[in-house]
Nanobody
């Protein structure tokens, strides 16, 4: 199945850590990057972190310095290490795959999405 599958969410206290995993059963054709998004009811979807296939990683300002995105050597498993968690990090976290278009641009809107894993941070 092409659809990524997330795991590792849960409930933690403020200041705690969680390690999210995103797994794909096979290689995704023309994949150029994997991304983590999060969404809370009533709020817009937020891009949390991106890792490109060459290893370059980017982060939203709200998580930079606290979260780390990484991938294994097969690039079929992507991780999000979340530290120093805050209550405002509470959200459903989604893993998504971005793909190339004909001119080799890496499309911002992901083509494939996981089902999400819930992260709840309490004070």
């Amino acid at each position: 199945q092409v659809q990524p599958v997330e795991s590792g969410g849960g409930s933690v206290q403020s200041g705690g850590s969680l390690h999210l995993t995103c797994a794909s059963s096979k290689n995704i054709a023309r994949r150029c990057a994997m991304a983590w998004y999060r969404q809370t009811p009533g709020k817009e979807r937020e891009l949390v972190a991106t890792i490109f296939d060459d290893g370059l990683a980017t982060y939203s300002e709200s998580v930079e310095g606290r979260f780390t995105i990484s991938q294994d050597d097969t690039k079929r498993t992507v991780f999000l290490q979340m530290g120093s968690l805050k209550t405002e990090d509470t959200a459903m976290y989604y893993c998504a795959a971005r793909t190339l278009v004909w001119d080799n641009a890496c499309v911002v809107e992901p083509k494939y999405w996981g089902q999400g894993t819930q992260v709840t941070v309490s004070s």
